[in-house]
């Protein structure tokens, strides 16, 4: 057949099973994710300290002997500010976590109750506690709203804290980056 084009077909076949290798790639993906979160999450726990208990002033009790002002020993003094916060009871070290999030495919890490006051605390600022009394003698302060429980509430007074910038979970991230990199660099 003079003048007419042959027509070839050319086929190819993969040496590996494209699904498989994606689902490895994913479990990889997984466990690097969930080990990053891990480590980030240890770095900013390692990086609170337990603050140093306030100087004790010491006054005279009865006799004329000195004896420790309870009420001033109860303290700890604050971190530097732009340095990562002191902890009295260790709270904020116990109260950050690290949780894989399925739908960004990614992991979330800091800590989990009082989010208005750990972002004050990270990025600082000032907020305004309101403080209220019941019938019953109990005081309570929130953070610009009504108690929900134990009312009736009088509202008694407000005040405004500033709260310096002490960032840990930022600083904890990027001390990481090098781990964080071998941690995916193991997937495949």
């Not at 002191?86 to 800091?110: E, L, M, W």
């Not at 990025?123 to 134990?150: D, H, I």
Request: with cysteine; charged share 20%; hydrophobic share 30%.
């Amino acid at each position: 057949m003079k003048g007419k084009a042959s027509k070839s077909t050319v086929s190819v076949e993969w040496f590996f099973d494209r699904e498989r290798v994606m689902t490895e790639v994913d479990k990889g993906t997984l466990g690097a994710l969930k080990s990053s979160g891990s480590y980030v999450r240890k770095s900013a726990q390692n990086s609170i300290k337990k603050g140093r208990p306030t100087a004790a002033r010491r006054i005279r009790g009865e006799g004329g002997r000195f004896m420790k002002n309870q009420s001033a020993a109860t303290g700890t003094t604050p971190s530097a500010p732009g340095t990562p916060p002191n902890t009295k009871r260790g709270f904020q070290k116990k109260n950050t976590f690290y949780a894989y999030d399925p739908v960004n495919r990614s992991v979330v890490i800091g800590p989990l109750w009082f989010p208005v006051i750990n972002n004050l605390i990270e990025f600082g600022g000032s907020a305004q506690y309101e403080m209220w009394a019941n019938p019953k003698g109990r005081t309570c302060v929130t953070l610009g709203k009504t108690p929900q429980r134990g009312g009736p509430w009088k509202h008694i007074g407000s005040r405004m804290q500033h709260y310096p910038a002490r960032p840990y979970m930022f600083p904890a991230l990027e001390r990481s980056q090098q781990k964080i990199a071998s941690f995916f660099g193991k997937i495949i």
